[in-house]
């Protein structure tokens, strides 16, 4: 990862346990990537230096901005954020830069920023978190603001079977004869973007079985039918 750059994947965590980013915004960062790269240097990041080409620039802007979302967190919770993340063997300093270079959008990235702070705050496991992240991972940010619509049953061409692919939503009930009639619902995966990366208030995804239309329940059946009637 980053081959030609020095050192930025050691440099990264300790800025990540260490650094003093209380100072930190996005304006600084904008000038950084804009006008005068000099202005990162206070924060232990040399864009001269370690960005030397379009994609290490990327990478170092979207690392940026997800250390401004870490500004949250008091410097305690911030050294805690590696050893917390550490899973199955893998550093959670290495998760977490291979998690920002494989996000397309600043905008995701500042949703994991929102993530880490959610499980470092025990609001998700370690396993939630990571669900959470893959699904971000794969779903287009162009569609990142449909996910709301699917806290009750719902389609859209063109957008439903992408964000079933990426793990974003589940089927909830099958229509009759055409695609377009099924209807789906928000992953608890999906769920926990929603609410602890966007901070958006959001309806539980409901866990019923899946429903088919125009087909009767055993409920339904139950009530409707006595004995006499089977016989």
């Known amino acids: 990862?980053?081959?030609?750059?020095?050192?930025?994947?050691?440099?990264?965590?300790?800025?990540?346990?260490?650094?003093?980013?209380?100072?930190l915004s996005a304006d600084i960062i904008e000038l950084a990537f804009s006008l005068d790269p000099s202005v990162l240097l206070k924060f232990g990041i040399d864009l001269n230096k370690n960005a030397t080409n379009i994609?290490?620039?990327?990478?170092?802007?979207?690392?940026?901005?997800?250390?401004?979302?870490?500004?949250?967190?008091n410097p305690l919770e911030r050294y805690n954020v590696i050893a917390d993340l550490k899973f199955k063997g893998n550093e959670g300093g290495e998760i977490l830069l291979s998690l920002i270079e494989r996000l397309d959008s600043i905008s995701k990235v500042e949703i994991?920023?929102?993530l880490v702070i959610a499980r470092i705050h025990e609001?998700?496991?370690?396993?939630?978190?990571?669900?959470?992240?893959s699904v971000l991972e794969k779903i287009p940010f162009v569609d990142i603001d449909e996910l709301s619509k699917y806290q009750e049953p719902y389609f859209q061409i063109g957008v439903t079977d992408i964000l079933f692919s990426s793990g974003a939503v589940t089927?909830?009930?099958?229509?009759?004869?055409?695609?377009?009639?099924?209807?789906y619902v928000l992953t608890e995966a999906a769920y926990n973007i929603l609410k602890y990366g966007l901070k958006q208030e959001?309806?539980?995804?409901?866990?019923?079985?899946?429903?088919?239309?125009?087909?009767?329940?055993f409920d339904?059946?139950?009530?409707?039918?006595?004995?006499k009637d089977v016989e």
Do not use: Q, W
């Open 123 to 133: 609001e998700i496991s370690v396993k939630e978190f990571f669900r959470a992240t």
């Open 171 to 183: 089927l909830s009930s099958i229509g009759k004869g055409k695609v377009e009639n099924d209807e």
């Open 202 to 217: 959001v309806s539980r995804p409901k866990t019923n079985k899946i429903v088919v239309k125009g087909v009767p329940t």
């Open 112 to 114: 994991l920023s929102n």
């Open 55 to 73: 994609s290490n620039r990327r990478f170092a802007k979207k690392y940026c901005y997800f250390i401004l979302g870490l500004k949250k967190l």
């Open 220 to 227: 339904y059946l139950d009530k409707t039918l006595s004995i």
């Open 1 to 23: 990862m980053h081959n030609d750059i020095n050192d930025l994947p050691n440099k990264a965590i300790s800025i990540i346990k260490n650094g003093d980013i209380t100072e």
